[in-house]
């Protein structure tokens, strides 16, 4: 991995944006996949999130048949998670069949140890090198890259060189896809049309909303002028203009002067949602230069008409009709789908979690969001299974991590966000999901036949997240980070105030931690080797002893120190300390990027209430199998190994699993 | 190119012309120029880590 200045990262958070609209450029790939027909077949089912603690709980209260009924033909396991148990980080376990050290993927964010600036772990983008600049306009010669920075083999790729048939449905950390002639299409990962991990518009008449910016989101106020309102909707960064505006487009909204309805007028089409409504999806298309134009697709939900008029307007997907970015592998596998089921979403999470917790959608909208999410999966997964006859079918869920994620808070009245008013009415929400994945393992189980082996997994549990701990505060306490102005200690993010020449150990991320290393660091001052270690255990030791006066318990149950955890070509670009948080801490919202709130302790206050930062052993994930499971303690990467074994291939030595059965 | 004037304190003046030379400038002028374009790509700058930072938020993780 080389070092990247402040201007490539920029370019990189851009990605997307800027190769849909420069015409960007990936790996083709052939078509076709394995082929062989082979006697055993294999299902895997990826339940993102789904918690062995909970699960045990439901299934002995009777109310996961299906799930007893696998586990009593076969076993149940926790499943040990990554280090950290990020999603990218543990789905890249079992992708590749590696630890971190392996693969690459230390956490959502990595550092530029030259600019101390964050960076995407999960994809590098490149712009067109050559461009030729017109007036106003900057016109692309050469095309774009955008690479998926997963190191390492997959399963599928290798299934693929045995000539064994696979289709990885919304694997996540697989975007871009990596090639294969395997039937693949992204998830997690997959940005929004504004290379985003998702952005809303929100339109409103009422003057008590704030306006702007919010995380994940933007709120525009509009103007009822008699019954009609104007607005814009935003799209693509327009890399063709020299001050890459952003392409807009002008809609109009015209409301019924009686009834509680509206109808919106775009460009090409109108229609009418009465309050309460979703539109389903709509297909928009931003003009760029007069020969170049993108397309996506998003959907409207009317709020309110009166008093406030309040309109939402999703995160625009990438139309896999003709998808601006390369979402599948075959390219074709995409508009297959497109064409069985219509628009679908592509955004890698597609529930809109960021509107939820800025009030723009309230607990009954986002279930109705991630409802349609979750029918859409049950749908497309039956087409999928229909024509399962051999090889392997990997078919992944995300509701069941989205909704632990907002509605943790209503299960769990230690909480600092617990509403018994709400809990009686969406207290149940997370049985409910479990209950759901339950009827979704049913309808495989009532069609498997007996060469099949049944996998059902999960990348990590789930805990709450009740206390935040900011860990660079925690460093300035403690002496290791200093800043240039110490007044102006809560202003400011990405480390502007830090003194470097006098800090030695910053933190970047959801859970690592760096020391400013002489030689690696732009402005290191601790020496590399005998230095560096024992500063790494001294921090370590302090952390792991750091109580919350409030509760009396430990923060951080473990700090890992990396060169210890991991193993392969990667472990140089890892952070030096992985922070393994005890149940009920995370870190907190301010500190990956750089900030330092007053207080190292603070209530977690939102309602993204439940998550899954720990230290591994708190929060395993799961496993349930229709065959007996002869490991005591399963890993993520043990499951790659076992799919290759039941393929009769060897397990390649840079794997560091070893099959369960 | 351009020419401006631009008025400076005079304590200022002498200060950046003491640091000019110890820095090795040719000029008090290279000097301020090169402190002014590096402030100034700063600030162009500031605007895209906002952008970076509103797209990583939609992640859910961090505000």
Partial sequence: MTAMNRRDFIKQSLTAASLIAAGGRFPSVLRGSGNRDTPAKALVLGFDGLDPRLLDRWIKEGKMPAFARLISTGGFRPLRTSIPPQSPVAWSNFNTGTDPGGHGIFDFMHRDPQTYFPIFSATLSTEARRSLKIGGLVLPLSGGEVKNMQQGRTFWQILEE???????????????????????????????????????????????????????????????????????????????????????????????????????????????????????????????????????????????????????????????????????????????????????????????????????????????????????????????????????????????????????????????????????????????????????????????DRDTVVMVMSDHGFNPFRRSFNLNTWLLENGYHRLRNPWKQEEGDLFLNTDWSRSKAYGIGLNGLYINQRGREREGIVNAGADSDNLIREIAAKLEQTVDPKTGERAILRAFISKDIYHGSQVEHAPDIVCGFNEGYRISWESPLGKFPKNVFVDNKEKWSGDHMGSPEVIPGILVSNRPVRAESPAL??????????????????????TIF | MGQAKVKLDKELLEKIKKFAALAGYSSPQEFITHCLEREIARLEESDSEEEVKKKLKGLGYIS
């Fill in chain 1, 162 to 448: 045995n000539d064994i048939p696979a289709t990885i449905f919304k694997i996540p950390s697989n975007y871009p896809p990596v090639p294969t002639k395997q039937r693949t299409v992204s998830g997690m990962g997959t940005p929004d049309l504004k290379g985003s991990y998702g952005i809303s518009c929100f339109y409103t008449t009422d003057p008590a909303t704030p306006k702007g910016e919010l995380s994940g989101g933007r709120v525009y106020e509009v103007f009822a002028i008699g019954n009609r309102i104007d607005a814009q909707l935003p799209g693509v960064v327009n890399t063709f203009k020299k001050d890459r505006p952003e392409a807009l487009i002008d809609f109009r909204v015209f409301l019924d002067p009686v009834h509680p309805v509206a109808k919106i007028v775009l460009p090409d089409q109108e229609f009418i949602l009465k309050e309460k409504e979703w539109s389903g999806w709509k297909k928009v298309r931003f003009g760029l230069i007069p020969t170049q134009s993108v397309g996506g697709i998003c959907m409207f939900y009317l709020k309110e008409v009166r008093p406030h008029f309040k309109l939402y307007v999703s995160p625009i997907n990438i139309d896999p009709a003709d998808p601006a970015l390369p979402i599948s592998t075959p390219e074709s596998y995409a508009r297959e789908l497109e064409k069985v089921f219509g628009p679908y979403f592509t955004k890698g999470l597609p529930a809109d979690t960021s509107a939820l917790d800025n009030d723009v959608l309230d607990e009954g909208e986002f279930l109705a969001q991630d409802e349609m999410i979750f029918r859409e999966s049950e749908r497309m997964f039956d087409y999928e299974f229909e024509r399962f006859d051999s090889g392997l079918l990997f078919y992944y869920i995300s509701s069941t991590d989205q909704r632990q994620h907002m509605f943790w808070r209503l299960l769990d009245e230690k909480h600092p966000e617990y509403d018994p008013l709400l809990a009686s009415r969406y207290g149940g929400t997370i049985e409910n999901i479990y209950i759901e994945a339950d009827r979704f393992l049913d309808r495989v189980l009532q069609k498997i």
């Fill in chain 1, 637 to 658: 990467y043990d499951l790659t190994a076992t799919i290759l074994d039941i393929f009769g291939i060897p397990v390649p030595t840079e794997m560091i699993g070893k």
